[in-house]
């Protein structure tokens, strides 16, 4: 009974601690993040005079913001949990991870993007985007995945650690891979057939449903950026 409360007690001091430290991190950088992407966007205001260009962003709560750029909107979303990366991980096998276990237990910002209108009419159906999401540990080390300069950037976790300028990095790539996404024509069969019901939303609501999935592309969609 005494060793089971030892791992217990051990377990709380130690794991238990390491995860609430990562959560009060992250939501520090969060806020940075917020501060980060304000300042972006003021700055492009100041060389954006068509009033028909959205360039806004909007808090959602302490764990969401969404930002509002061009035709589009990228929600920034920080996790209330921590985790811990799988066994199977390939930097399991690294030296910055076998020297300290706790380098692998990481807080998460995903950042989606989605379709303007679909917020502004509140398409409920609409699908968004998982274009990136941010893995940052206990010493502030980071990696991404994701899509573009997202998915490669920021790859070496025990070389680089999270800063001020590689957040407006990440940011300003966040903006640039948005807007790079152009909306396609759906195939004509898609669209062909079509029910009273949706019929009656269209004339309701003009929408037919839309996500970055079925109506968006990058001028060259290589799969090797995911």
Not at 6 to 29: G, P
Not at 120 to 138: A, C, K, P, W
Not at 157 to 173: A, G, T
Request: aromatic share 12%; proline share 2%; hydrophobic share 40%.
């Amino acid at each position: 009974m005494e060793e089971n409360r030892k791992i217990i007690l051990d377990l709380l001091i130690n794991k238990s601690a390491l995860k609430q430290n990562i959560a009060d991190d992250c939501e520090k950088v969060f806020k940075e993040f917020k501060q980060v992407i304000f300042k972006e966007l003021e700055l492009l205001q100041k060389h954006v005079k068509d009033a028909r260009i959205r360039l806004s962003a909007k808090e959602r709560g302490d764990f969401e913001m969404h930002v509002f750029i061009g035709s589009d909107v990228l929600v920034f979303h920080l996790h209330n949990n921590v985790f811990r990366l799988p066994d199977e991980n390939p930097l399991w096998g690294t030296r910055y991870m076998t020297s300290e276990e706790n380098n692998g237990y990481f807080g998460i910002i995903y950042i989606y993007n989605f379709l303007a209108e679909s917020f502004i009419q509140n398409r409920v159906e609409d699908s968004g985007y998982l274009i990136g999401r941010l893995f940052i540990n206990h010493d502030r080390h980071f990696m991404m995945e994701g899509k573009g300069q997202l998915g490669y950037l920021f790859r070496d976790i025990e070389n680089i650690v999270l800063s001020k300028e590689l957040i407006q990095l990440i940011v300003q790539s966040a903006f640039a891979f948005a807007l790079d996404f152009d909306l396609l024509i759906p195939p004509y069969e898609y669209v062909s057939v079509l029910s009273v019901g949706q019929i009656q939303a269209i004339s309701n609501n003009l929408q037919l449903q839309t996500g970055k999935r079925l109506g968006f592309k990058m001028k060259t969609d290589d799969p090797e950026f995911f």
